[in-house]
């Protein structure tokens, strides 16, 4: 897949399930896409992004050693994930815990008269009535915002214990039902009444927030690469916050993990993508040589040559444009009323402004390269969310499509849905009204596989409920802990292989703690947009928990939401 100006094309689909999956077949392949690209739809790539298995490293490093004009960048949305890896790695605690934290929510759900007291006390309270919202996608961050969730109802789980256990023992209303039923009860209650439990899961919550938001951040369909650097960097922050002594496992392997990632960044992109996004300060960076004006012009300079193969000539016109600037005068003299805007940063489309409306000129040497560096998207989301709408057709009924087909339909698929963002049509079919849930409402289970067929979602819950086992994937430790575990078998994939090319001599090469000023206060606005856009996704997954009541008669999800909530 490649994407232009915000919008992602599938250039091919290549079954290589009967090849050797090495680095050298990988360049194969790489290399047949490019002149694809090149002779049938008139695009020259600047950017090659795939995940980071050590196969697949290898494979762009030895593209850009036949190709350095080549920006080849890790997918950071996996890179994030890895990180995620490394803190389940030091932390084995949250597997005892959230699998509580599971159990209980499972339990909740299944009773839907104690749902009706929770709300009632929510509302007694003078609080908005918040849904149990059980987490049964297959994105980590989904079960984090179940588990903040829970948080959020802590005080009316612990009021409605309270107020249960002053009723008399024969009209008990959480303890009822058979032999069997009770002794749950008993237990789930205990869970609610336990401190430790619910400090272990503020624990989880304030480890995996900045995880989350960092996450979110990444997987984005177009992430710059000056975002990915911003994000180590709030990253890093957070967690070398964490001082108390039961933390300093957690915190020595994630502040190692950040560092692992970003030293295999071809260092230069990243930071030149920071210098050319007006709406970032290099006062939040240290003073290091290469931020002075002219370590700023040995960097560009570099970087266009190797990307344009450019010589001495541009030298005069970059140097004379990057003092221009940083002090805001000649053509960047609107720069400080830009930024003053306050309004959503998107530094392309401010140097696309500097374009002559309808006649075809060259940018000159500073701002063609802002464009080139700017325009690179630092993650391979695309191909995913390509490869989970395959899994949603390549059902029972339709499994024998062939691959040119499959990619068609899918491909089709997600042109409608791009057409639906287009004019609006998916927000609007989203916009659901919030009224009184029944008893009787049933589940709905998100995400699904598309392979199997559907089950009765509430008898399924409630036997799997009673044997303590997580319904959304029937494992006892529960599908969160089973992605802790697939995360960990990733950094084993992560592995680079012992005759992996190295990067272009003279690069930069900095840690991240000595790269930023952490003693300056930066980065706030990047974080709530983030922030934000988790506490949406939150809420998404409360409307589809909670059955909301369609506008004009609309009943359940359409496509478009449910691909939405698969990860599409």
């Known amino acids: 897949m490649f994407a232009v100006e915000g919008k992602v094309y599938t250039v091919r689909v290549h079954d290589a399930s009967l090849e050797r999956k090495t680095a050298e077949n990988l360049l194969k392949l790489m290399l047949e896409v490019i002149e694809t690209l090149k002779q049938k739809w008139g695009v020259v790539p600047i950017a090659f992004v795939t995940d980071a298995s050590g196969e ?43 699998k509580q934290a599971t159990e209980l929510i499972t339990w909740l759900r299944s009773k839907t008269f104690v749902l009706a007291l929770i709300r009632q006390i929510q509302s007694e309270n003078g609080s908005h009535p918040l849904a149990i919202i059980r987490a049964v996608l297959t994105r980590w961050t989904a079960h984090y915002l179940a588990y903040c969730r829970l948080l959020e109802v802590k005080m ?72 990915v650097l911003l994000t180590f960097g709030n990253l890093y922050r957070a967690f070398d916050c964490l001082t108390e002594p039961a933390d300093r496992h957690v915190r020595k392997a ?15 992109v990243f ?22 004006i002219q370590g700023i012009f040995t960097l560009l300079s570099r970087l266009h040559q190797r990307f344009f193969n450019s010589g001495p000539e541009v030298n005069v016109s970059l140097m004379e444009d990057i003092q221009n600037y940083f002090n805001q005068r000649g053509r960047f003299h609107m720069l400080g009323a830009i930024k003053d805007t306050k309004q959503s940063p998107d530094p392309l489309a401010v140097y696309n402004m500097f374009a002559f409306p309808g006649q075809a000129t060259d940018d000159p040497p500073f701002i063609r390269l802002a464009k080139h560096i700017l325009s690179v998207t630092a993650n391979s989301a695309s191909c995913e969310r390509l490869f989970s709408v395959f899994g949603n057709t390549l059902t029972k009924l339709r499994s024998r499509l062939s691959t040119t087909t499959l990619s068609n339909l899918a491909e089709l698929k997600m042109l409608v849905r791009d057409e639906h963002i287009r004019f609006g049509e998916s927000q609007k079919r989203l916009k659901r009204k919030f009224g009184e849930t029944t008893d009787e409402a049933p589940v709905i289970q998100i995400a699904q596989p598309a392979t199997t067929q559907i089950p009765s979602v509430q008898s ?3 036997e799997a409920e009673e044997e303590g086992i997580d319904a959304s994937t029937g494992q006892e430790d529960g599908a969160f802990a089973s992605m802790a575990t697939e995360m960990e078998q990733m950094l084993q994939q992560d592995e680079d292989l012992a005759d992996l090319p190295t990067l272009p001599e003279g690069n930069i090469s900095v840690k991240i703690v ?27 997954l409360e409307l589809v928990d909670r059955g909301g009541v369609a506008e004009d008669g609309e009943d359940g999800l359409d496509p478009i939401t449910e691909a939405v909530l698969r990860g599409f």
Not at 271 to 292: G, H, V
């Open 514 to 540: 000595d790269l930023f000023d952490f003693t300056k206060d930066w980065g706030h606005s990047h974080i709530e947009t983030a922030r934000q856009s988790l506490a949406e996704e939150g809420e998404l």
């Open 254 to 268: 994630v502040l190692s993990s950040i560092e692992l990632r970003w030293s295999k960044c071809d260092q230069d």
């Open 460 to 462: 399924e819950d409630m």
């Open 156 to 227: 009316a789980l612990k009021s409605l214990v309270l107020k249960d256990s002053m009723r008399p023992t024969n009209d008990k209303l959480l303890t009822t039902g058979d032999k069997k039923a009770k002794a749950k009860a008993k237990a789930m209650i205990k869970t609610i009444e336990n401190p430790q439990f619910w400090s272990a899961i503020e624990r989880m919550k304030k480890h995996l927030e900045p995880l989350a938001i960092a996450a979110n951040i990444m997987q984005a369909a177009f992430c710059r690469l000056d975002e």
């Open 271 to 292: 930071i030149a993508a920071w210098i050319f996004n007006m709406y970032l300060s290099l006062a939040w960076l240290k003073q290091l040589p290469f931020f002075t």
């Open 56 to 98: 697949s490293r290898k494979a762009r490093r030895l593209l850009q050693q036949l190709m350095p004009m080549l920006i080849t960048p890790d997918c950071y949305a996996h890179q994030v994930n890895l990180i995620v890896g490394d803190y389940f790695k030091v932390d084995k605690g949250f597997l005892k815990y959230s």
